[in-house]
Structures are given as structure tokens and as C-alpha cells.
């Protein structure tokens, strides 16, 4: 006789966990207590002391916790000789090995469903007493060195070559019961390609060599590296295997969606995304579902993939997980999947332990359709599996958008017939979804506006047809020139517009820009043998930079394709206000410029500086720019000279010293970063009486530490024409501020300023630091630099780094600090802070990884 199982946990929810693996492995008489207490009087009728079939005890605190109720568990009824299973819950301060005696085998909390039962019937026959064999004991100890640990383990003694131990992640990767591995040799449970397994364990040297691992499939391919281990003055080999299973190694995983995201976005190309999806995470079903919400139309599946084949299938309306997916719920099930087969034939029918049902979205959030994976064995990792389905399924509804918009565009008449490219009406609409996704987002995009040059000369010297042909040649040009996410439409005639999105530098789309220049400067060959040679003139703009709306956005990229075509054609222009404009209509730039501050048409944005060993975010400069309403974005090279003449820039200065010091300190609290902030100051404001007041009240209001705010002045600034020049900045000084000198390298006073000035660092010009690697002199003149800022105990920051020669030069010179489009665009306060979110999530991932 026996009085069953006792089940002792706190949590609630661990104590269901326990209760459903023992009740699923028909185990019928179960006492599940919440605490010694209430097991205690679960087992009052136990009078006849009959013995315990098993003891299963959470622990979550020290290890003296778990010696005292251990000890307090055996003076129960029956309960003195049961073998008892230790469970270390999430919260639980004591190690394995720090479990006091008596305890025949342990566990981690989220091994309960896989582990629990197989633990138990796998304990030596003498566990019933309490007492462990020793060559059982050792095994154990062998686990302890890696249990922990989210690795795939096998531990293997070192004269027989049979495995002692493996941890729980190979049974739950493998599919295989631990029963299986018990003993088995070790050239039956991993086999290496190509390489004598003899000497690999000989050498033991932890290099990762290509393997496979023994599966319920067969053999998992992998890499396998060995080391010797010592517990109890036994030795033993240790062997940690890393799969190539995307649903198991983020690596891999990483590797999938790159395939799967360079496979195109057509029909054909989902296909053959959807099968290697299929393959590479071993599922054993995938299917697309398409909806449309304006019609009553049911849902339709675009397509299905099964390792079964079925007569017949559920309904699309039977499957209630499906309804609920198109509802816009995202359903995800690790390994209990099954609970749903009461209410959905589908999963009945296929008989799926994992299963994750996600939606379609489009742009604008609407559901279009449904994407459902599911694996009969359970997900082995759902952290690695989840965010690959959901990549994929942005995919998937990236496709169905793009065909639905060619259908309906077809349909009413928002496609080029010629092209096949969105039309000036679609293009416009698309424009604005995509400004509003920007918005939202806090990213950047490039609008460019191309245009055919002579293309008139074409249709009347060789027809319209020719035209046409060339017009068919440009547009495959500028697909081939463009990623997927991006756009490009036929606007007009021979006007093409194109987005460029998601842009963290300029000299990106610069590249793009180029490239399209110099693509069709290649001869067209037409049917009939005519080689023609067809050039192109483009503006470009940007969001924000250059305006917040699609109408300015394109008038910009418009005035700049214009620009090009003055220039000569063939080339590509940046929107700019131009010096010429500024000079012409500078009374009303003035006059505009003196309501700018009220009118909100002045924002501060921030370029982050980098440390050039590690690359990691030390400070930021905090830069103005002013929007204006008709010609958006004006150059601060044309309105900052605007300002000092009016005396505005006092007023424009202490308005971007606010906004930078608070913005700063909000950053500081919320990301706990003890970030630089440069603010420049012009030579009028360098000779105010009220700058240091004006500083310390910003200081004080925002809260900010004086000892992160830099004072950046240009080396052009005489000390002779600003009086108060080296008092105000002496006085920054004591206030605990630091000073940067900005330009450095262009001005006539370089030695003067690093000797009479208190200067804490020195930015050399960007015009040097671009030629890096095309002028030796200008090389000669950073290198110059950054040695003698170093003898004078300066730090130096090297502006305008924009590619990686630049940064290797600047690191083998030793240069402190680097800033430029290489890292980082100037950004909007909402696209830094994004930035920052980045870093501290990547940072918590490394701190977690173990070591």
C-alpha cells in the first residue's frame, strides 16, 4: 500500500505545473499543499504511516531554508523514507550544490512538464530510502557543473567513452527520452564530419568542430567542443553541442530570416520562403491565410504546407484558432497546444503540441491575414522561434499588401500601364502612410525626384515607342537600384520618384544617389538595334531635415533636381537654401527668423560622439535647426550668421542651452548614462556679461551636473575681438563646465588658444578628418594634431568620420573620441532615445548570456 504523492509548492501556479505532469502520466493519487502545514493535515488520515511513493518539494529561498524544510517534510506521516525531487524555482538563492543530503534528484521550475516524470522513474532503486548509490551520486555532480546553464551538455566518462550524464536541453532538443542516452557511446551520440574523434578527445582543446548529435530525426548538424573536467577525483569529458537548427540557435535563426528577406517578394518567392521556414524549424505545419475586411468574403489560404497529407481539412470558419488570429490575437503555445483540440478541429486533426497563430498586419495596422506555424513535438526554444515567425510574417504581409495594391491599383487606375509602377496618385497616397509611419516612429527617409534629361529629343527623333522601350529600361534601372521596403513611381512623363526609408546616414542615400547616376550612364539597347545613351538629373530631400510634409518634401527634391540640371544634368543635387537665396531675401529670413523661437519653428536635434576602442555612446552635441514654413529646412551656415546680426542668437542660445540641458538630464535618470553634452557658443554670446548666469540658471532649472555640459567655441573666435572671451570661459570653468575647442585646425591661433584658454578637449575640422586617405597633407595636419593636444593633457574628438578608413587612421593616431555619419546622422530627440533603448536592451542580453 501506499499513501501516493506529495506536492509541496508556494506558487500557485507551480503547484498546478506539478499536479498536470504526474496526473498526465497517470499517477492518480496526488496531494498538492501549498506549504509543510498544509500537507500536514492533507495527510492527517495517513495513520497508518503507509509510505510515500514520492516527495516533491519547491524551494525558493537560501539553503538554509531548504535544509529546515526538508528536515521538517521527512517528520511527515509516510514521509521519512519517500524519495524526494527537489524543484529550484526562478526566486531560489541556493545552488545545486548546496542542497542539503537526502535529496535523490533536483530540478529547475521550467523543467517540470519535460523533466519531472522522467527524473522520477529513473532514480535508483535505493532512492526509496533516501539513500543515493555513489556512481549515481557522481553523475549528479557531473550535473551540477552544467545544469544551470541553457547549453546542450553531455558529459562522458574519459576511459569508456559512454555518456555519464547530458543536460536537460539535449533531451528536450533531441526528442529523445533520457532513457536513450543512458550509457550510450559516445561515437553513437555525436559523430564529427571529417575528423578523427580520437584525437579531438585526445586533444580536448575547446575548439569547436563540425558534428551532428543524435535526434529523434536522426542526427542534428552542429559544432561540438571538448574540454576535460574534474569532480570528486573523477574525470570526465565534457561536450557542449550548438545546433544549426534555426529554432534553436539565434545564429541560425539570424541566418534564416537573412535568406529568407534576400529571397525576393513575389508569389514564387514566398513559396520558397514559407518551405524554408518549414525545413529549417522543423515544423509540422505552416499556412497562410489571406482576409479581406471591406468585403464578406471568407478567409482564403495562399498557401499550406503539412508532413502529412489529408483528405480533407477544417473549414476556414470551423478553425477557431484561425478566427481568432484574423481578429488581430496573436496565439502562441510552446508545447501545450493541445488544450486547444477541443474547440479546433485543425488542431485536433494534426495533433500539434506547439503552435503560434499571428497576424497580417498592413501599414496602417489592419488585419490582412493570418500566419500559422505548429510543430507536433513542441517548440524547443519559443524565445528563438517567436520573434523568426513574426519577422517572417511582416514578410508574408508585406507580400499580400504589395499584390493587393497591384490588383486594386490595376483596378482603379492607380498603376502605371506602361511601368508598372505606382502612379503619381498612389505615389502620393503612399508618401503620406509612410510620413506618418515616420512620424510615429521617430525615422528618417530621402525623397529623391529623377528626371529623364533630353528625353523630348528621344520621342522626336526615334518615336514613342522608343520611348516607351526607354522608359521600361529605366524603371528595371531604378528597381535594381533600390531595396524592397523602399518605392519608387512613375510621377510624370518622365518623372520618377523614389523613398528611400529608414535612414541613419546621409551618405547612404548619397550612395544610392550615385549609383543610379552612374547605372544609366550605361547605353540602352533597344530592339531594333538603336543604342542610346540616357542620363538622369535628381534632387534629393529629406524627412525631417528638410520639411514635415509630403507637398514641401517633393517641392524640395523638385528645386534640387533643378539644381542638377543647371550644373550640367547628369548628376544629383542635396536640397539646400543656397547662400544666393539667403542674400537676396535676408531682410525677410531676418524678420522671419525673429518669431522662429515662438512660433516652434526651431528644434534641437543630437549627433552622438562615440569612444574610438569600443565605439560605445560617451556624449552628444546639441545642434539647432530651423524649420521654415514655406522653404523648410534652412542651413544653420545661413541663418546662424542671421542671428548674430540681429543679436538673436542670445536669445536662440539660451533657448538650445534649456532644451539640450533638460533633454540631458531626462536621458541621464531614465538610462542611468552620464552622457557629455556639447552646446556651442558664437563669439556674441561669448562676450555677454550674463553668460555665466545664464548657464548656471539652466543648470540649476534642468538639474543637470554642470560637469556634463561642454562649451564648444570655434579656434576662428579671436581672443582679441571677444573681451570677455577667456573670463567667461574661465569662469564656465570654475562653475565645473568643460570647454571644447570646435574647428580646430582652421583658424590662425591654434598654439595661442591651447595655451592661454581653458580647454578641456579639441574637435579637429571635419574638412581634415574627409581627407583622410586623400590628402597626405591633411593627414599630416590630424596627426599633428592629436599629438600635441595629447602633450597638453587635451582629449580629442575627430569630426565629420565618415568612413572606415577614417576610423582606422584615427585609431592607430590614438584619437579619444570620433563623431560623424559613420556612427550616427544627427537625430531627433525620439530617434536617440530609440537609440539608447537599443543599447541598454543589447547590453541586458550580453550581461545575460553566461560567460
Known amino acids: 500500500m501506499s499513501a501516493g504523492i506529495l506536492l509541496v509548492a508556494a506558487q500557485r501556479d507551480l503547484r498546478r505545473a506539478l499536479f498536470d505532469a504526474l496526473d498526465r502520466a497517470g499517477y492518480a493519487q496526488l496531494h498538492s499543499a501549498r506549504d509543510i502545514s498544509h500537507a500536514a493535515i492533507l495527510l492527517e488520515g495517513n495513520a497508518a504511516q503507509e509510505p510515500l511513493q514520492l516527495l516533491v518539494l519547491v524551494l525558493d529561498g537560501d539553503e538554509a531554508q531548504a535544509g529546515a524544510a526538508c528536515e521538517q517534510l521527512r517528520r511527515l506521516p509516510g514521509a521519512a523514507d519517500a524519495p524526494l525531487i527537489a524543484v529550484l524555482s526562478d526566486g531560489a538563492s541556493c545552488s545545486p550544490a548546496d542542497l542539503p543530503a537526502g535529496i535523490a534528484d533536483w530540478l529547475c521550475a521550467g523543467q517540470i512538464a519535460t523533466e519531472l516524470v522522467a527524473r522520477w522513474q529513473r532514480l535508483p532503486v535505493t532512492a526509496a530510502t533516501g539513500a543515493v548509490p555513489a556512481a549515481w551520486g557522481a553523475a549528479g555532480d557531473w550535473r551540477c557543473a552544467f545544469e544551470e546553464g541553457g547549453g546542450e551538455w553531455l558529459m562522458a566518462d574519459s576511459r569508456s567513452q559512454c555518456l555519464l550524464e547530458v543536460s536537460p536541453s539535449v533531451i528536450r532538443h533531441s526528442r529523445l527520452p533520457a532513457s536513450e542516452w543512458a550509457g550510450l557511446a559516445l561515437a553513437e551520440a555525436v559523430q564529427f564530419d571529417g575528423e578523427a574523434s580520437a584525437g579531438i578527445y585526445a586533444e580536448a582543446d575547446r575548439r569547436w568542430h563540425p558534428a551532428r548529435r543524435k535526434s529523434s530525426l536522426g542526427y542534428d548538424t552542429g559544432q561540438v567542443n571538448v574540454r576535460r573536467v574534474e569532480q570528486g577525483g573523477n574525470e570526465a569529458l565534457a561536450l557542449q553541442f550548438r545546433s544549426d537548427r534555426a529554432d534553436l540557435r539565434p545564429e541560425a535563426a539570424l541566418s534564416l530570416l537573412s535568406r529568407l528577406f534576400a529571397s525576393g517578394s513575389g508569389v514564387d518567392a514566398q513559396s520558397a520562403g514559407a518551405q524554408m521556414l518549414f525545413d529549417e524549424l522543423a515544423l509540422d505545419y505552416l499556412a497562410v491565410w489571406s482576409v479581406r475586411p471591406e468585403t464578406a468574403d471568407a478567409p482564403t489560404q495562399t498557401l499550406q504546407l503539412c508532413r502529412e497529407e489529408y483528405p480533407q481539412w477544417p473549414a476556414g470558419y470551423l478553425q477557431s484558432s484561425l478566427q481568432l488570429v484574423l481578429g488581430g490575437q496573436v496565439m502562441r503555445y510552446q508545447s501545450d497546444a493541445g488544450k486547444l483540440a477541443a474547440v479546433d478541429p485543425l488542431l485536433k486533426q494534426l495533433d500539434l503540441a506547439g503552435f503560434v497563430g499571428l497576424p497580417l498586419y498592413d501599414e496602417r495596422h489592419s488585419v490582412l491575414g493570418a500566419l500559422l506555424a505548429g510543430s507536433r513535438r513542441g517548440f524547443a526554444e519559443m524565445a528563438v522561434v517567436e520573434p523568426v515567425l513574426r519577422c517572417a510574417a511582416a514578410r508574408f504581409a508585406r507580400t499580400l499588401e504589395l499584390q493587393r495594391t497591384r490588383e486594386q491599383g490595376r483596378a482603379e487606375g492607380l498603376v502605371d500601364a506602361l511601368t508598372g509602377l505606382p502612379n503619381r496618385l498612389l505615389f502620393n497616397d503612399r508618401l503620406e502612410a509612410i510620413l506618418r509611419e515616420a512620424v510615429r516612429n521617430g525615422e528618417c527617409f530621402a525623397l529623391l525626384f529623377v528626371d529623364l534629361d533630353r528625353f523630348k529629343a528621344i520621342n522626336d527623333t526615334y518615336g514613342h515607342a522608343t520611348g516607351d522601350q526607354v522608359l521600361r529600361t529605366v524603371t528595371q534601372r531604378l528597381r535594381g537600384s533600390i531595396r524592397a521596403s523602399d518605392t519608387v513611381a512613375r510621377y510624370a512623363g518622365d518623372e520618377f520618384t523614389i523613398v528611400l526609408r529608414h535612414i541613419v546616414k546621409n551618405d547612404d542615400v548619397m550612395r544610392v544617389a550615385e549609383k543610379i547616376v552612374q547605372m544609366m550612364e550605361s547605353p540602352i539597347f533597344l530592339e531594333d538595334g538603336i543604342e542610346l545613351q540616357v542620363t538622369v538629373s535628381m534632387g534629393v530631400s529629406f524627412f525631417p531635415d528638410d520639411a514635415n510634409d509630403a507637398e514641401t518634401l517633393l517641392k524640395h527634391a523638385d528645386e534640387a533636381m533643378y539644381s542638377a540640371k543647371h550644373l550640367g544634368r547628369n548628376n544629383f543635387q542635396i536640397y ?141 573666435i579671436s581672443i582679441k575681438a571677444a573681451p570677455n572671451l577667456v573670463e567667461n570661459l574661465n569662469a564656465l570653468h570654475r562653475l565645473g563646465c568643460h570647454i571644447a575647442i570646435d574647428d580646430f585646425g582652421t583658424g590662425a591661433a591654434s598654439l595661442d588658444y591651447l595655451r592661454r584658454l581653458p580647454a578641456d578637449r579639441i574637435k579637429v575640422d571635419q574638412s581634415f578628418v574627409r581627407n583622410i586617405g586623400v590628402d597626405p597633407d591633411d593627414e599630416a595636419i590630424v596627426r599633428a594634431t592629436i599629438e600635441m593636444a595629447h602633450r597638453l593633457n587635451r582629449a580629442v574628438v575627430a569630426e565629420g568620420v565618415e568612413t572606415e578608413q577614417h576610423l582606422q587612421f584615427l585609431r592607430n593616431h590614438h584619437c579619444d573620441e570620433l563623431q560623424g555619419y559613420l556612427f550616427c546622422r544627427p537625430l531627433q530627440p525620439i530617434s536617440f532615445e530609440k537609440m539608447l533603448a537599443e543599447r541598454q536592451r543589447l547590453l541586458e542580453v550580453r550581461l545575460a548570456e553566461p560567460a
Not at 610 to 615: C, F, G, L, P, S
Not at 641 to 655: F, H, K, R, Y
Not at 708 to 714: G, K, S, Y
Open 576 to 716: 539646400e537654401v543656397s547662400p544666393e537665396y539667403a542674400r537676396e531675401h535676408g531682410m525677410a529670413l531676418k524678420t522671419r527668423l525673429r518669431h522662429a523661437e515662438g512660433n516652434g519653428e526651431l528644434r534641437v536635434v543630437y549627433q552622438p560622439q562615440v569612444d574610438a576602442k569600443t565605439e560605445d555612446i560617451v556624449g552628444m552635441e546639441a545642434l539647432v535647426r530651423w524649420e521654415h514654413p514655406e522653404l523648410g529646412m534652412i542651413s544653420p551656415a545661413v541663418f546662424i550668421p542671421l542671428a548674430e546680426e540681429t543679436g538673436l542668437i542670445v536669445s536662440i542660445g539660451e533657448w538650445v542651452m534649456r532644451t539640450a540641458c533638460r533633454q540631458a538630464r531626462e536621458w541621464e535618470q531614465r538610462y542611468g548614462l552620464r552622457l557629455r553634452l556639447g552646446v556651442n557658443l558664437s563669439a556674441v554670446q561669448l562676450m555677454e556679461p550674463q553668460l555665466l548666469e545664464m548657464v548656471a540658471r539652466a543648470l540649476r532649472e534642468t538639474g543637470l551636473d554642470p560637469t556634463l555640459l561642454e562649451m564648444e567655441i570655434t579656434e576662428s
